[in-house]
């Protein structure tokens, strides 16, 4: 219980001045082996872990937490990456939940719990068969054979459910639908993913399988990003969907290409893109995809995942491709990097408060010097945050600066690329664009102009 109260502490901390009220879990874990009970919140169609707590005497356990939003939350004993073991909840400010986790589902107790997951159990108890043949099918033995027949059995039975179980809450009572197509189509297209003794061909699929379409789930990223496996969801509707349309699977551009058909929204179709990116293994391959499409990528959690995985593939060596940056001057012209082929580089990356990086000014001006009428370009790249870049163009001109002055706005993709760690920072590159050294020697080392007149010679 020791992660659940700081949970509780932090958060009062952080926003008792809204007068947000807490919601409060209590529960008994009942299964012949007793393990930790996860809390999870969704996280752009991603489950992702807030606090655990281990049962106590009589598998007693509890969370107390403020929800950093109003919608669907996870508990259970699994893991993060699979629903099996694991329930979905409806929490606002101020709820509260009563609930006995069994061996293969869970029972509500009390007189305290919401309305909305009052509603949620009882949906919960009418498509149980297909969650424990679909997802708990290391419990449950099952095939098609006997799957289908309750899946057609219980999408019917399920039309109208929603109709007249008005929560009192309209946000919950708007979405309500969509969880309930959500998890038919999770059932679905889990059990065709999953292993079995048997499989069923294309056309012995049953008729709700016609129903279920990518693109109904897809037009904004509402029915994905709201639900705990939205991601795992989308991902095995469109591979029901390639399969009916008999598109063989591929992997890299192609594979991307053929995902695009079945996504008509622009988010979605970056989390593809990154999706297939994070399944390479090199960076050529990576670039290519990210060439095409790497317009996409546009939010901030989709910046940050792909600089991940571009900096676990970019284990960078002499002769690989530089980064292709593409930065303003001080006159707002953007310059690439592929813009100087045909030119041997040296990258001087600096800020204006780095006092090493000032102490290195003068040197790099003799240099410059030194070298005027040779093939070399000296480039200084300011990681200098955007708030600062008055004061980098002001600097600029009061110490006429010389070479290509570039402004990145901070430590981003040039500094997740090149592990830059420090700065000053000074690299060097031939004249194809490819890396001489990610690390040379400073201006104020002898040994770099050395190395630069060896590089223009070749």
């Given at each position: 219980m020791k992660k659940t109260l700081l949970i509780f502490i932090s958060a009062l901390s952080g926003l008792a001045a809204f007068a947000q009220s807490p919601v409060e879990i209590k529960g008994s874990l009942e299964k012949e082996f007793l393990k930790p009970v996860k809390l999870f919140k969704v996280v752009e169609g991603n489950a992702v872990e807030i606090a655990t707590s281990t049962p106590q005497g009589e598998g007693r356990f509890g969370f107390i937490f403020y929800p950093q939003y109003e919608g669907l939350y996870a508990l259970g004993t699994g893991n993060s990456g699979s629903p099996n073991d694991n329930y979905k909840f409806y929490f606002k400010s101020g709820d509260k939940l009563s609930v006995r986790l069994l061996d293969s589902s869970y029972v509500l107790t009390g007189t305290e719990n919401s309305k909305e997951n009052q509603i949620l159990t009882q949906w919960h108890d009418l498509v149980f068969p297909l969650e424990q043949k679909a997802i708990n099918?290391?419990?449950?033995?099952?095939?098609?054979?006997?799957?289908?027949?309750?899946?057609?059995?219980?999408?019917?039975?399920?039309?109208?459910?929603?109709?007249?179980?008005?929560?009192?809450?309209?946000?919950?009572?708007?979405?309500?639908?969509?969880?309930?197509?959500?998890?038919?189509?999770?059932?679905?297209?889990?059990?065709?993913?999953?292993?079995?003794?048997?499989?069923?061909?294309?056309?012995?699929?049953?008729?709700?399988?016609?129903?279920?379409?990518?693109?109904?789930?897809?037009?904004?990223?509402?029915?994905?990003?709201?639900?705990?496996?939205?991601?795992?969801?989308?991902s095995g509707i469109i591979m029901l969907n390639m399969k009916q349309e008999k598109i063989k699977y591929a992997q890299g551009i192609q594979g991307v290409k053929d995902q695009f058909g079945f996504l008509p929204n622009d988010t979605l179709k970056g989390d593809a893109v990154l999706d297939a990116v994070s399944r390479l293994k090199t960076f050529e391959a990576y670039?290519?995809?990210?060439?095409?499409?790497?317009?996409?990528?546009?939010?901030?959690?989709?910046?940050?995942?792909?600089?991940?995985?571009?900096?676990?593939?970019?284990?960078?060596?002499?002769?690989?491709?530089?980064?292709?940056?593409?930065?303003?001057?001080?006159?707002?012209?953007?310059?690439?990097?592929?813009?100087?082929?045909?030119?041997?580089?040296?990258?001087?990356?600096?800020?204006?408060?780095?006092?090493?990086?000032?102490?290195?000014?003068?040197?790099?001006?003799?240099?410059?010097?030194?070298?005027?009428?040779?093939?070399?370009?000296?480039?200084?790249?300011?990681?200098?945050?955007?708030?600062?870049?008055?004061?980098?163009?002001?600097?600029?001109?009061?110490?006429?600066?010389?070479?290509?002055?570039?402004?990145?706005?901070?430590?981003?993709?040039?500094?997740?690329?090149?592990?830059?760690?420090?700065?000053?920072?000074?690299?060097?590159?031939?004249?194809?664009?490819?890396?001489?050294?990610?690390?040379?020697?400073?201006?104020?080392?002898?040994?770099?102009?050395?190395?630069?007149?060896?590089?223009?010679?070749?």
């Amino acid at each position: 219980m020791k992660k659940t109260l700081l949970i509780f502490i932090s958060a009062l901390s952080g926003l008792a001045a809204f007068a947000q009220s807490p919601v409060e879990i209590k529960g008994s874990l009942e299964k012949e082996f007793l393990k930790p009970v996860k809390l999870f919140k969704v996280v752009e169609g991603n489950a992702v872990e807030i606090a655990t707590s281990t049962p106590q005497g009589e598998g007693r356990f509890g969370f107390i937490f403020y929800p950093q939003y109003e919608g669907l939350y996870a508990l259970g004993t699994g893991n993060s990456g699979s629903p099996n073991d694991n329930y979905k909840f409806y929490f606002k400010s101020g709820d509260k939940l009563s609930v006995r986790l069994l061996d293969s589902s869970y029972v509500l107790t009390g007189t305290e719990n919401s309305k909305e997951n009052q509603i949620l159990t009882q949906w919960h108890d009418l498509v149980f068969p297909l969650e424990q043949k679909a997802i708990n099918f290391m419990k449950v033995q099952s095939t098609f054979v006997d799957f289908f027949p309750d899946l057609e059995s219980i999408t019917e039975k399920a039309k109208g459910f929603e109709q007249g179980k008005s929560s009192g809450n309209p946000t919950f009572d708007k979405h309500l639908k969509g969880y309930m197509n959500s998890d038919l189509a999770l059932y679905a297209t889990n059990f065709l993913s999953t292993p079995r003794s048997a499989h069923p061909a294309t056309d012995e699929l049953s008729p709700f399988y016609e129903t279920i379409k990518a693109k109904d789930f897809a037009t904004t990223t509402q029915l994905v990003y709201e639900n705990p496996w939205g991601r795992r969801l989308l991902s095995g509707i469109i591979m029901l969907n390639m399969k009916q349309e008999k598109i063989k699977y591929a992997q890299g551009i192609q594979g991307v290409k053929d995902q695009f058909g079945f996504l008509p929204n622009d988010t979605l179709k970056g989390d593809a893109v990154l999706d297939a990116v994070s399944r390479l293994k090199t960076f050529e391959a990576y670039k290519e995809i990210m060439d095409q499409y790497g317009s996409l990528i546009v939010t901030s959690s989709q910046k940050k995942r792909n600089m991940d995985i571009m900096s676990e593939l970019a284990q960078l060596k002499a002769g690989d491709a530089g980064l292709n940056f593409a930065y303003p001057d001080p006159n707002g012209k953007t310059v690439k990097f592929e813009d100087l082929r045909g030119k041997v580089v040296l990258i001087d990356v600096w800020a204006t408060w780095c006092g090493p990086c000032k102490a290195e000014i003068p040197y790099l001006k003799k240099l410059e010097e030194e070298m005027k009428g040779t093939n070399l370009q000296i480039v200084s790249i300011s990681v200098d945050e955007a708030k600062d870049k008055a004061k980098w163009a002001k600097m600029i001109k009061d110490e006429n600066l010389g070479g290509l002055q570039l402004f990145a706005s901070g430590w981003g993709d040039l500094a997740q690329y090149y592990k830059i760690k420090g700065i000053p920072r000074f690299m060097i590159f031939d004249k194809e664009g490819k890396i001489v050294t990610t690390d040379s020697p400073r201006p104020s080392n002898p040994e770099l102009k050395t190395l630069l007149n060896k590089i223009l010679q070749q």
